[in-house]
């Protein structure tokens, strides 16, 4: 996480992946964040850390790899940045509900910042709150539109998961 006063530095590269176009923004303390991209530019970056997470995302989507290991410097509160960190916790191929997030953070009644901490969640895929799902089963919220949180649960479980539309 990045130190308040720090100015940043911001490079980004863009990457085309199965699920969509990615925008990856770093700074050169790590990944700021992870953005599903209707544009696309071609562009190259120096940043050593941006070509590693193109690296990892390369190994992820053609399924030799299912946990990332990135550094982060991301922008948040404390309890975001707390729920960003549980969120990492959840095997991939696995899904846990609102309630059980917020279980895991110690207490119910968080359920409904829990959920907006992960809806803001800056880092797409590689912190995955595409896991997350509602107590009944059903895929609810997320940023990049439920059909491709709908893709990746079944790209990662290797399983058709029920048909939205």
């Given amino acids: 996480m990045s130190q308040p006063g720090k100015e ?38 120096a940043y050593p850390l941006l070509k590693e997470c193109v690296r990892q995302l390369d190994e992820y ?31 991939f191929g696995k899904t846990i509900s609102y309630l059980e997030l917020a279980r895991r953070l110690g207490d119910e009644k968080v359920i409904r910042a829990a959920g907006s901490a992960n809806g803001k969640n800056p880092v797409a895929i590689i912190i995955p709150c595409h896991r997350v799902i509602g107590s009944n089963g059903d895929l609810v919220g997320y940023a990049g539109g439920l059909q491709r949180k709908q893709w990746l649960l079944e790209f990662e ?5 029920a048909k939205l539309f």
Avoid: H
């Avoid at 990457?15 to 176009?21: D, E, M």
């Avoid at 990944?31 to 991209?37: D, Y």
């Fill in 8 to 45: 940043l530095l911001l490079e980004s590269v863009c990457y085309r992946s199965p699920a969509g176009n990615l925008k990856i923004t770093a700074s050169g303390s790590g990944i700021t964040s992870v953005q599903f991209a209707d544009d696309f530019e071609e562009a190259g970056s």
């Fill in 61 to 91: 989507f053609s399924g030799k790899r299912n946990f990332f290991s990135l550094d982060f410097d991301m922008q948040g509160t404390d309890f975001q940045k707390k729920v960003w960190m549980e969120l990492l916790k959840i095997p």
């Fill in 157 to 161: 479980s290797g399983m058709q998961q």
